[in-house]
């Protein structure tokens, strides 16, 4: 779990490199992630202690207060769908308001059997005969139609999440869908025109975002992330789950020429050798094998989903793998094997204020955040606009925003 809070510089540039050097982060926290499962809340209390002690190390940092908060989730499934909202033109003349009410139609459209709408992007506006209309404004006709894309996810979890974060004294301004956020912070303005997929590897649920065209066309996510792997060594070689997560961050590689090399690991814990024999074998290359299939089995759950849901086609040849999982050694090669593309590691653009050594890929959906704000898209469902601070620095958006490796 991780929470920023960062000052967001004005500019009149809008392009994502741009975007990012007008970030400066004044403060940040980040730590085990405890009371959430998959994406959802398992235990309300221990949730709150990790979520009141993540915000205080920024707030500290940073000298403030925070009072409002961004957030990114991964919690599933999470559900996409593209259709068409229209309304009539009482005045024959695409009014603002007649843009609004379209796009009202869309959302009360995608919100709906018990769903929490997350995202809500258009991607086209149809007047009569004419398609493909970026913006209808002023324009003349009977009826205006909007082609969507909507991305909802189940309301009861979303519901605990928000009212775990209010129990914090803090109010949810925004909540996004963490594998859009990330491929906000690690995808350039090419691979989002002609087609790439964003996968967001966090600790308890692994997520997927396609951008085709330049738009935001899709995302799914699986139960299962980081510490699922972490789960499956602890459980083959008896350790514990802080033993197995050091083994996983220190020596998991889905490479069996690297573990030949290796035989045995003394990583014991408070001086124990796991490696002599009354502790067994811990295996370099069983670890691989480990890794391996469990990898192979989230990227697999994902590939199906893509397919079944006819988005294969739009989704380019290449694959970008962010999130903490993602730094395991191999991931990326295990990848383009079962996605048959290209396939790379990404850490998200350097920020003002955030140590490089610091800014790994778990950090990417909560600067993916900060970059779709600065965008001049407020639109983050689920809650009212932001308020935005005038500082005498710039705009200071008293913003903390938390990230848990499954987030």
């Not at 009202?104 to 004419?130: C, I, K, S, V």
């Not at 989002?192 to 600790?203: E, K, L, S």
């Not at 639109?379 to 005038?390: F, G, H, N, T």
Request: charged fraction near 20%.
């Amino acid at each position: 779990m991780c929470c920023l809070v960062a000052r967001l510089l004005p500019s009149s540039e809008r392009n994502a490199v741009s975007l990012a050097s007008r970030i400066h982060v004044i403060g940040y926290g980040y730590q085990l992630s405890r009371g959430i499962h998959a994406g959802c809340i398992a235990d309300m209390d221990a949730a709150e202690r990790s979520i009141r002690s993540v915000v205080a190390k920024a707030e500290r940092a940073a000298d403030v207060t925070v009072n409002e908060v961004y957030v990114t989730t991964s919690l599933g499934p999470l559900v996409s769908q593209s259709f068409t909202a229209g309304v009539d033109l009482p005045s024959g003349i695409v009014t603002p308001r007649d843009m609004d009410r379209v796009i009202q139609a869309a959302h009360e459209f995608a919100a709906r059997d018990g769903q929490m709408l997350l995202h809500a992007d258009p991607f086209g506006y149809t007047l009569g005969y004419e398609s493909g209309i970026a913006d209808p404004l002023g324009m003349i006709g009977d009826r205006l139609k909007v082609d969507v894309h909507a991305v909802t996810a189940d309301a009861q979890p979303i519901r605990n999440l928000r009212h775990c974060i209010e129990r914090s004294h803090l109010s949810v301004t925004g909540i996004s869908a963490s594998a859009y956020a990330s491929g906000r912070a690690v995808l350039n303005d090419s691979d989002r025109q002609i087609g790439v997929t964003c996968i967001d590897m966090g600790a308890g649920a692994t997520s997927a975002a396609i951008f085709s065209g330049g738009s935001f066309i899709y995302a799914d996510s699986v139960d299962i992330g980081g510490n699922q792997i972490s789960s499956d060594i602890a459980n083959a070689f008896s350790l514990s789950l802080v033993e197995a997560e050091r083994i996983k961050i220190s020596k998991a590689s889905v490479f069996t020429e690297e573990a030949a090399c290796y035989t045995r690991q003394a990583v014991g814990n408070g001086g124990r050798d796991l490696s002599s024999p009354s502790f067994g074998h811990i295996s370099q290359a069983g670890i691989s094998e480990i890794v391996r299939i469990r990898l192979e089995e989230i990227f697999g759950e994902l590939c199906d989903r893509m397919r079944a849901f006819g988005v294969t086609s739009m989704a380019g040849q290449k694959i970008v793998l962010t999130g903490g999982g993602s730094e395991i050694n191999g991931a990326a090669e295990i990848a383009s094997r079962v996605f048959g593309k290209d396939a790379r590691h990404s850490r998200p653009r350097a920020v003002s204020g955030l140590p490089g050594q610091d800014a790994g890929s778990a950090f990417a959906a909560p600067v993916g955040l900060l970059i779709h704000l600065l965008d001049g898209d407020m639109r983050l469902e689920a809650a009212p606009s932001p308020e935005i601070v005038v500082s005498g620095h710039g705009y200071l958006a008293r913003i903390g925003q938390w990230l848990r490796e499954s987030f």
